[in-house]
């Protein structure tokens, strides 16, 4: 039977949720910073080397200051996530802002903090020019089309809505220099998930060519390729996940063969990871509250798709470990459901699981990454709280629950009194 770890001990585990009401999400600091160590080691060849964390991916604060700390900027799609880093004191180039159909105040929040404007269409360089006018760095955002095969969560370039086309780009290029433009980018994110290392590597060559084409065209000399994320975790226990070093190694070379000689070193290689950076160090915490047989078994459990949609948003596989059951059989074929009134609510469908019994701790993985993050409250279902297990064993609360209270707060139930 293949099976995941978990970063704390089971005793650790029982004596946190006696404490803390179930449901809820649990972030592990120490791995965190583990693999973040790794990733700015690994591209340490490279000067100026920057990751962006993707904040839509676990867009809490605290998490972003942890990161912080380490060197990590924030790669922002929206007003929240701009005011998210600013809170933060993430501000200026240590913001990139990758949004697409951009709506004006978002552009002018992102010229005000100074952030890298990535552009993701090339009638958005007039927009942004009649809006918050053009800064003096700009990126903008390359979709490749047919010459990319993409995969599964993005899919094919040519059907995705982001990016400029080769043409587009070149021209916007010859645009900007014209209109005063002095600072320039390139930018590409054409895969999610993606678990094959070579891919980054692919697509970090097609982006030095590039560089190498502008160079030639217009003798504009980029500042820096942003890689974006994409960067995939294995959610079944039996994959493996993207080699950093391989990545790194390998793009290294393809720097010193393409960028090197055509005088455009330093390049600045960025990345806007977001699932690799969190995920794997998220865990939904739950507790069995039902069992039910009918046509098929079930397990209910205390959270709900409202903490974690991506099992019933993509059909996406996330382990469960059900806490002190570890070794016993794992011959139990059932459904692992939530409450909501929708049958796609379920966690795992016809999964291998130990007998299992009410109050029993389950434990979903890989939920650090677009878990709480996609969280929503249809069906008047609440988020739960966010904790963050310190290096130093300590639990601390970095996002309370919603409440009622919270839920109804856009409600005014005086002007109700007096509506007939
Ligand atoms: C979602 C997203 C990312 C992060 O992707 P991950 O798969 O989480 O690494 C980075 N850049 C852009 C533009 C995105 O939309």
Redesign the pocket.
Known sequence: MLSKTLPFSNEQLINIVSKYPTPFHLYDEKGIKNNIDRLIRAFSWNQGFKEYF?V??APNPFLMKLLKAKGIGA?C?SLPELMLAEKCGITGENIMF?SNNTPANEFKKAKELGAVINLDDITHIDFLEKTAGLPELICMRYNPGPLRAGNAIIGNPEEAKYGFTKEQLLEGYRILKSKGVKRFGLHT?IA??ELHSQYFVDTATMLFELAVEIKNKFDISLEFVNL????GIPYRPEQQPVDIEFVAQNVKAAYEKIVVPASLHPLKIFL?????VTGPYGFLVSKVIHGKKTYKSYIGLDACMANLMRPALYGAYHHITVVGKENEPHDQVCDVVGSLCENNDKFAINRNLPKVAIGDIFVIHDAG?HGHAMGFNYNGKLRSAEYLLRESGDVVEIRRAETEKDYFATLDFETLKEFS
């Open positions: 993707a839509k991916a790669d799609s990758t994110m999610s998930n974006g994320g994409g960067f806007e990871c977001g699932r690799m990454a």
